[in-house]
């Protein structure tokens, strides 16, 4: 079993900058990562809202924190963390690879995004978006569609809709009523559409769906699927979660179980954002 003051399990914008700030104590920390360093990062074409840049790419943001990481001598592993044993003093992740002991573990794996199944993945940054508030902006003045499940879309069409010229949610489920009741006039909603894709060369062009037996085709640019999200909390069980599924911790990211942490998409805070993964980082970092 390999023995560290700290573990981050997850190399996302929270778990880098919770290491960033345990190595800055002198701390022997290393980061745990399935994949690849930079979590999300590497999913988002263009970033407006993060300190200092006007705008950068997801992939640029992650190369320089991985620079960052390693700069500092932080360890990565690249394993992928199976199962946890937090009932001692000494936390246990196990890995695919290996077995690893800290005092202190800080979760940092992130979220899933439900997905739409279809055609999708092939336009991701390229007018499909999981997310309205980050993405809203880049489709100023343009119409846009949002993927919906009972209503899953109504809080992201009415965001996007500050800035798009109009929104169309498309809802795999009856919504009458709240089309009924819809006193937004950018924003108008569909019910029963099955069978949703994506039509476009290299980026969206539009859209086509089934409701009933009539096939639809519209001009679009950009998707917004939001079919809700599922925090990666399967391993923490033991962990109080909130009523869906995030990690609950106090202000110092500190979970119900002492030494374990929580930062990032995976816990229950109000925006799920680079500066807030980042913040809950530097927080969670100087307090394991
Ligand atoms: C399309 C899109 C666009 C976005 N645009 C913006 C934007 O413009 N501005 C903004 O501020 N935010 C944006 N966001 C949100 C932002 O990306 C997230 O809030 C942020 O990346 C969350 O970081 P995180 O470290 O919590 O999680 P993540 O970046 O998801 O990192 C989690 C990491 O944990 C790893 N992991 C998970 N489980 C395990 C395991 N069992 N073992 C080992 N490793 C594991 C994963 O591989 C992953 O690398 C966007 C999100 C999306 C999807």
């Not at 705008?55 to 963390?81: C, P, R, T, W, Y």
Request: net charge neutral; hydrophobic share 40%; aromatic share 8%.
């Amino acid at each position: 079993m390999r023995e560290f003051d700290v573990l981050v399990l997850g190399g996302g914008a929270g778990g880098m900058m919770s290491a960033v700030y345990a190595k800055r104590r002198g701390l022997d920390v290393a980061i745990i990562e399935s994949m690849m360093l930079g979590g999300t990062l590497w999913q988002i074409e263009k970033i407006e809202n993060f300190p200092s840049y006007a705008e950068v790419s997801g992939a640029e943001l992650a190369e320089n924190f991985i620079k960052q990481i390693k700069h500092l001598g932080v360890e990565v592993i690249n394993d992928e963390v199976v199962d946890v044993d937090f009932s001692a003093e000494k936390k246990v992740l196990v890995g695919k690879k290996e077995r690893y002991s800290a005092k202190s573990v800080i979760i940092a794996s992130g979220l899933s995004y439900n997905k739409l199944g279809s055609n999708e993945d092939d336009f991701l940054g390229r007018g499909v978006s999981y997310c309205a508030v980050c993405d809203a902006n880049f489709f100023k003045n343009q119409s846009v569609v949002v993927a919906s499940k009972k209503g899953s879309g109504i809080l992201g069409a009415q965001q996007l809709s500050e800035v798009c010229s109009n929104v169309t949610i498309l809802d795999s489920e009856d919504m009458t009523t709240y089309q009924k009741h819809n006193k937004n006039s950018k924003i108008k909603i569909l019910s029963n559409v099955k069978s949703l894709r994506v039509l476009g060369e290299n980026k969206v062009e539009g859209v086509e769906f089934e409701v009933g037996d009539k096939k639809e085709k519209f001009s679009t640019s950009a998707l917004f699927v939001e079919l809700g999200k599922k925090p990666n909390t399967a391993l923490f069980k033991d962990l109080k979660l909130d009523e869906n599924g995030y990690i609950l911790t106090n202000e110092y990211m500190e979970t119900s179980i002492k030494g374990v942490f929580a930062v990032g998409d995976i816990r229950a805070g109000a925006l799920k954002q680079l500066v807030c993964a980042c913040s809950d980082g530097a927080i969670a970092g100087s307090r394991v």
